[in-house]
């Protein structure tokens, strides 16, 4: 593998994990709100929770198999494992 090649999959890694951070992000939003209208005494819609928290984790399933697929290639190749 020539080291071009080696760049762009950790580069895409790392927009994987901006991407987790971004989810991270929209936990901890979504958090604030429940809590802000709990305050409030003001009514949840669970369905449309329901929907945020899986739309969620369906994004981070998605992020977390591509990111593993890349950390399976680069270990594939000898230098890549002999920095682990």
Do not use: W
Not at 41 to 58: G, V
Not at 66 to 80: C, D, G, Q
Request: glycine share 2%; aromatic share 6%.
């Amino acid at each position: 593998m020539i080291p071009n090649q080696v760049h762009n999959l950790i580069s895409k890694g790392f927009e994987y994990l901006g991407m987790i951070n971004e989810a991270r992000a929209k936990c901890i939003i979504l958090k604030e709100k429940i809590q802000k209208k709990q305050q409030n005494s003001e009514d949840i819609c669970l369905l449309d929770l329901n929907k945020k928290i899986n739309q969620i984790n369906k994004d981070l399933n998605t992020y977390s198999c591509k990111l593993n697929k890349i950390y399976e290639e680069l270990k594939s190749y000898e230098k890549i494992s002999k920095l682990e």
